[in-house]
């Protein structure tokens, strides 16, 4: 079939890498020159299953409401006479409760560790290089309450087979020696061994090189003006120049715009942008720094080591489509740092970045047709919120097995809009 996919970042490349395997003819549109120059340009770099405790959960209102205002807060909801915004922000009320946060754990460990095996079998296929580390990921804690609430989170994820496994503060620094420098104590941990870290552009843009010999069309530079339809199929795009490319199959991976293009077809879609921020910083000589990949869940950041720099990024700010860096947030994710590795504290910055990720209010991705939505033709690959690069091979892979009829190996339902 003729397939066209919207949008070159880790989620659109992984997906025509998947669909042109099974012999389809893939065309990828993207606005940009180069692939992965949006969410995926500089993430915080963790392949995480072990980060699969959703936003909406029992504590999160309450959480929400004491950082309400807090320019600097690890969550920051900026109110806006924005409908879109309201009717997300009830949906994600509604995935607070005990059921629907377990439930919603479950479909994303699920699709992670399946994801997390395709990477690997990609990785070692194709020879890929991204700064990769496999050392695990070590979930760290500095205040004793934050701690006590991860123990039962990481036996729930046990339960669903990530192997998310609660350490003792010397055990942590044992994994991950450069946190003894802490000013801060580590009260303990999670550690994860089988998680990784890696830079998603690095891979985003290598995957795509490959997926190109393979057939897959890449244009760059070409911006999606609208969706065509014919009755209640889609039968292509439309094109800011007024080109129309034609397709059998669309597949809509342009992350967090990926509602405006479904708006003007009355549907609409439970994906709103959360803007997260990451500061890449180089590392000075003789200076101890971590090599585990790390996350002080405490402060909602993920810290990873991508060969001589340290990437440093989190936070969530629920702002609408506003990609404008904010320097007090920035400084917030540096001040950490230097309070948990206060050697680094004057290393020289060579970015400051900030992306949107497509949130659902459950943080369980859409991936699947909308036939049942009435629109033939068009599939999904969105909304994977924080964990983009972590579910990105598993979703592509499980969307190319829904299109060809396979059997993908796992509950696909979950993941249907």
Not at 56 to 83: I, Q, S, V, Y
Not at 178 to 190: D, E, F, K, M, Q
Not at 269 to 285: E, F, H, I, Q, R
Request: proline share 6%.
């Amino acid at each position: 079939m003729r397939v066209t996919v919207l949008g070159a970042g880790v989620v659109g490349v992984a997906s025509a890498w998947y669909l042109a395997a099974d012999g389809h003819e893939v065309t990828v549109i993207e606005r940009q020159p180069l692939p992965a120059q949006e969410t995926s340009f500089a993430n915080g770099g963790q392949i995480s299953v072990s980060h699969a405790e959703p936003w909406a959960n029992p504590r999160a209102p309450w959480t929400a409401l004491k950082w309400l205002g807090r320019e600097d807060a690890p969550l920051l909801w900026r109110l806006r006479a924005d409908p879109a915004q309201w009717a997300w922000g009830l949906r994600f009320l509604r995935e607070c409760t005990t059921a629907r946060a377990r439930a919603n754990v479950g479909a994303i460990v699920r699709l992670g560790l399946a994801s997390r095996a395709a990477l690997q079998s990609l990785r070692r296929e194709l020879g890929l290089e991204y700064d990769q580390l496999e050392r695990g990921i070590l979930h760290f804690y500095t205040d004793a309450r934050e701690f006590e609430h991860a123990i039962p989170q990481a036996a729930l994820m046990r339960e669903f087979g990530c192997e998310r496994v609660p350490q003792t503060a010397a055990v942590c620094l044992a994994i991950e020696p450069a946190l003894a420098g802490s000013r801060v104590p580590i009260v303990g941990g999670t550690y994860t061994a089988g998680d990784e870290s890696g830079d998603a552009r690095k891979f985003t843009q290598a995957l795509a090189q490959r997926a190109a010999l393979r057939g897959v069309r890449f244009r760059h530079g070409e911006t999606v003006a609208g969706l065509e339809c014919g009755g209640s199929r889609l039968t292509g795009v439309r094109l800011a120049s007024g080109e129309c490319v034609a397709a059998d199959i669309t597949v809509l991976a342009l992350g967090s715009y990926s509602p405006l293009f479904l708006k003007p077809l009355g549907i609409r879609l439970p994906v709103y942008p959360a803007k997260g921020y990451s500061v890449t910083m180089v590392l000075p000589d003789g200076v101890a720094a971590p090599t585990v990949s790390l996350t002080d869940d405490g402060h909602k950041i993920v810290i990873s080591r991508l060969g001589q720099t340290l990437r440093v990024a989190g936070t969530a700010e629920f702002n609408g489509y506003d990609t404008a860096i904010n320097p007090v947030r920035c400084a917030a994710l540096r001040l950490r740092i230097g309070e948990v590795f206060p050697a680094l504290a004057g290393a020289n910055e060579v970015d400051r970045w900030a992306g949107l990720r497509p949130a659902t209010p459950g943080n369980v991705p859409l991936v699947g047709d909308m036939s049942g939505a009435g629109l033939a033709g068009l599939w999904l690959n969105t909304g994977h919120g924080t964990l983009g690069w972590t579910l990105a091979c598993g979703s592509g892979r499980l969307l190319a097995d829904l299109v060809c009829g396979r059997d993908p190996g796992l509950d696909a339902s979950p993941y249907r809009l």
